[in-house]
C-alpha cells in the first residue's frame, strides 16, 4: 500500500524552519513493514545520522538513466550502505560500480529520504539521494550481495515507471535530472 502527499511546490528554501524542502509524505509497504518516508530537497548531508543507504539516479545522458535488475524482480537504483570510515562519495563510488558496472563522471547532491517505520517511528534513519553521469563499464557485476542481475538503460520518462510502482520514482528523478541539468548547462 503506497500513499503519496504533495507538500509543497514552493521552491524557497527558507520556507520550512530548517531550511530544507519537505517534497513529499509517503507510506510505503516494503517486505512486510510499514514504513514512512520524507523525500527532502537539500544539498547538505553533513549533518544527517545515521545514514543506511547512498544511491545515484545514474545517467548516460539528459534523457536516459541506468537501472539495476534485483533478484527479487525489481528494478532499482544502485547504492547501498557506506562502510566503516568511508565518504558518501565513496560509497556511491563503489556502489555503482559493484551493483551496475558503472564509473562515475561527475555527481552532486539530489535530496535525501527520512525514513522511519511504523513499529519504531522514532527510529529514523537517512538515505542520501545523489544525481551521476556515469561510463558504462565492460565488465561484468561483481555485487557482494549478489542482488544485482545486471542494469538496463532506459529513458526517464519509462525509468520513473519502473521505480517503486512508479509514484515514489516520479520525484526523485525528477529533482535529480533537475539538478544534473543545471549543473551541466553551467558547467559544459
Not at 543507504?53 to 557506506?82: E, R
Request: aromatic residues 14%.
Amino acid at each position: 500500500m503506497l500513499n503519496i502527499y504533495y507538500i509543497s511546490k514552493n521552491r524557497n528554501r527558507n520556507f520550512f524552519e530548517n531550511k530544507y524542502m519537505l517534497i513529499y509524505k509517503s507510506q510505503l509497504e516494503w517486505k512486510g513493514e510499514n514504513y514512512l518516508q520524507e523525500l527532502h530537497d537539500d544539498e547538505d548531508f553533513s549533518v544527517l545520522e545515521p545514514v543506511k543507504q547512498v544511491s545515484g539516479i545514474c545517467f548516460t545522458d539528459a534523457d536516459h538513466i541506468v537501472l539495476y535488475k534485483n533478484k527479487g524482480g525489481y528494478y532499482g537504483i544502485p547504492g547501498g550502505g557506506p562502510e566503516a570510515g568511508e565518504t558518501f562519495q565513496a560509497t556511491l563510488r563503489r556502489e555503482l560500480f559493484e551493483e551496475a558496472a558503472l564509473e562515475v563522471v561527475r555527481f552532486g547532491p539530489a535530496g535525501y529520504m527520512k525514513v522511519s517505520s511504523e513499529s519504531d517511528p522514532e527510529k529514523i534513519q537517512y538515505q542520501l539521494r545523489y544525481w551521476a553521469e556515469v561510463k558504462l563499464l565492460d565488465c561484468p557485476i561483481n555485487d557482494p550481495c549478489q542482488a544485482s542481475l545486471g542494469r538496463e538503460i532506459f529513458h526517464w520518462e519509462e525509468a520513473i515507471k519502473n521505480l517503486w510502482n512508479g509514484k515514489d520514482g516520479d520525484r526523485i528523478v525528477r529533482l535529480a535530472r533537475e539538478k544534473y541539468l543545471k549543473y551541466s548547462r553551467k558547467n559544459d
